[in-house]
């Protein structure tokens, strides 16, 4: 199935594994992970991790505690399925979590799929792929009207990746409407607690330079295992034409916080691009 009808519910497929499948429970997880009394910030990205709540929701929910949420977000995540085109943009209908249902903004969807030379639309890509899905449920908890731009993108070097950002800045401009991007992105993959800290300390000194080809330099040079660097090099780039000037890492953490196993770590950020 390349495309998608209107009526297209995309039904969570990590419930009750990434977090918990029953409304309830889910919003009391939510709860615990969030910080009530933050103050919200206007950010125009943020770079959020995706692995399941018990590892990364401590630092997915301090950094949505943050975030002034718009009316309307655009989810980048990256494919781990190898299912459906490369650059894939659900474009219609609506995605379903345990907390409700989410609508695409057809409109916006549209606008940028007609004004992109790479995103296709399609709905296979999305259908198994947990890096958006995990995103949409602390939304949820903080904001009940909003719509989304489900966007997953395969391999992609610096060229694309900056195009994909420059075409969905020029779309956010022409709409004349606040829209959040979110990069959807884990850090360092199965590597020691000292070595994930050391690697991962190199890209996120590059996203908060707002310097995304240095963060793909140091992707390469070091052999960083961040499976989410295209969205985050889109993210960055869209951002930067949309005016951004700085940025700031609010928490960063490894699964060894949940797992007490130093010897193999998967690490996690949450930054804001304002």
């Not at 519910?9 to 990590?14: D, E, G, H, L």
């Not at 949420?69 to 299912?83: A, S, V």
């Not at 793909?216 to 780039?237: F, H, N, Q, V, W």
Request: hydrophobic share 40%.
């Amino acid at each position: 199935m390349n495309s998608t009808s209107k009526n297209t519910i995309r039904q969570p497929y990590v419930a009750g594994q990434f977090y918990p499948g029953n409304r309830d429970a889910l919003s009391r997880e939510l709860s615990q992970l969030v910080k009530e009394s933050q103050g919200k910030e206007k950010c125009l990205g943020v770079v959020s991790p995706h692995a399941g709540y018990m590892y990364s929701g401590k630092v997915a929910g301090e950094l949505f505690s943050r975030i002034e949420l718009n009316e309307t977000i655009i989810l980048i995540g990256p494919n781990h399925t190898g299912l459906g085109k490369p650059y894939s943009l659900m474009a219609r209908g609506s995605w379903s979590t345990p907390l409700g249902t989410v609508a695409i903004n057809e409109m916006a969807a549209s606008e940028i799929l007609n004004s992109s030379q790479y995103l296709e639309e399609d709905f296979l890509a999305h259908e198994y792929e947990h890096s958006v899905e995990v995103q949409i449920p602390f939304i949820q908890y903080f904001k009940k009207e909003f719509e989304i731009i489900p966007i997953v993108i395969a391999e992609a070097g610096l060229d694309v990746s900056r195009r994909i950002g420059e075409e969905i800045s020029r779309v956010i401009k022409t709409l004349k409407t606040n829209i959040l991007i979110i990069a959807s992105s884990d850090m360092t993959h199965y590597e020691s607690q000292m070595d994930a800290e050391k690697k991962d300390k190199l890209a996120i000194e590059a996203i908060i330079k707002l310097d995304e080809k240095l963060l793909y330099e140091r992707i390469k040079k070091y052999d960083i295992t961040m499976c989410g660097y295209a969205p985050c090099i889109i993210m960055l780039s869209a951002a930067k034409q949309l005016g951004a000037k700085t940025a700031e890492l609010v928490k960063y953490q490894t699964s060894a916080n949940a797992s007490g196993d130093y010897s193999s770590v998967v690490g996690y950020a949450g930054i804001m691009v304002r």
